[in-house]
């Protein structure tokens, strides 16, 4: 767990006013959560034509919404890691922190972050398509399918096909250009927006950490890179002893 400068620097978070933490797949990977296309991936086991995207919804919102709630039963039995919880401490230090994710598990705020702009929803949120309505609900089994003006409820995630929520983009992308400490975390950085993200971070003048066992398509932009696990990197590198986690 060495930076690719081959000394362990530490990120003095103290020196920083604004600090994104940017996560994707790989940071829940290490809770256990499964991720899409590598070993074990959802997509060797479900096609995303059958169970998650709108065209399926309208033929089969069961069939859509039982996959789901087994998605949910897979994250409710993992539990947030050492790096949860580094974001954790770090944002009672500095409140006007932001996690800024690409996850739809709920994993961040379940560890204890207030401030999480989740780009591509949750896993524990409805939306009604008819009437609009939104619904937290956060058990292993969804509490109704349908909404009270009689319409299926599908879950408020970013499905395949779908547009992102534009004034989420608006929200990270200010969120982006403002900070002065900007570290990606277990992000391969090949969807859009997230590609983008670290070039937006550096025009701002933001100092740029990447944090991966594997290099990625965008590690050449980032000012420091640490290749290794985020559990063993964040805790090391940030300093803060994690509560617990
Ligand atoms: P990705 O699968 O493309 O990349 C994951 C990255 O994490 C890889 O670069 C890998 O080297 C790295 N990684 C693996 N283990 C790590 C660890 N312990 N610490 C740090 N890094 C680690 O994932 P992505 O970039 O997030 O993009 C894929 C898309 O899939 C996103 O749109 C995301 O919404 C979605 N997705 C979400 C979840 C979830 O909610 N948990 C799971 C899978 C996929
Ligand atoms: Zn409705």
């Given at each position: 767990m060495f930076s690719i400068f081959g000394i362990m620097d530490t990120v003095?978070?103290?020196?920083?006013g604004q600090i994104v933490f940017f996560t994707g797949a790989g940071m829940s990977a290490e809770s256990g959560v499964p991720t899409y296309r590598g070993r074990g991936g959802i997509w060797h086991r479900y096609r995303w034509e059958e169970v998650a995207c709108q065209k399926a919804f309208d033929k089969d919102p069961l069939k859509v919404l039982e996959f789901h709630e087994l998605r949910r039963q897979a994250v409710l039995k993992c539990k947030p890691h050492r790096g949860h919880g580094v974001l954790v401490r770090t944002e009672q230090e500095h409140p006007e922190m932001a996690i800024i994710t690409?996850?739809?598990?709920?994993l961040h705020q379940r560890a204890g972050s207030k401030n999480v702009i989740e780009l591509h929803g949750s896993l524990w949120r409805l939306r009604c398509p008819e009437c609009g309505m939104k619904v937290e609900d956060k058990g292993p089994?969804?509490?109704?399918?349908?909404c009270r003006c009689g319409a299926w409820l599908r879950p408020d995630i970013t499905w395949f096909g779908d547009y992102l929520d534009e004034a989420v983009i608006a929200r990270a992308t200010e969120t982006i250009r403002a900070c002065d400490l900007f570290v990606s975390i277990g992000t391969s950085g090949v969807v859009w927006p997230a590609a983008g993200f670290p070039e937006l971070a550096r025009a701002g003048g933001a100092f740029c950490v990447e944090v991966n066992p594997e290099p990625t398509e965008l590690s050449a932009r980032f000012d420091l890179v640490y290749r290794g696990k985020a559990g063993e990197i964040l805790p090391a590198v940030f300093s803060i002893s994690a509560p617990g986690k």
């Open positions: 003095d978070i103290k020196q920083f690409q996850n739809i598990d709920g089994k969804y509490e109704s399918y349908t």
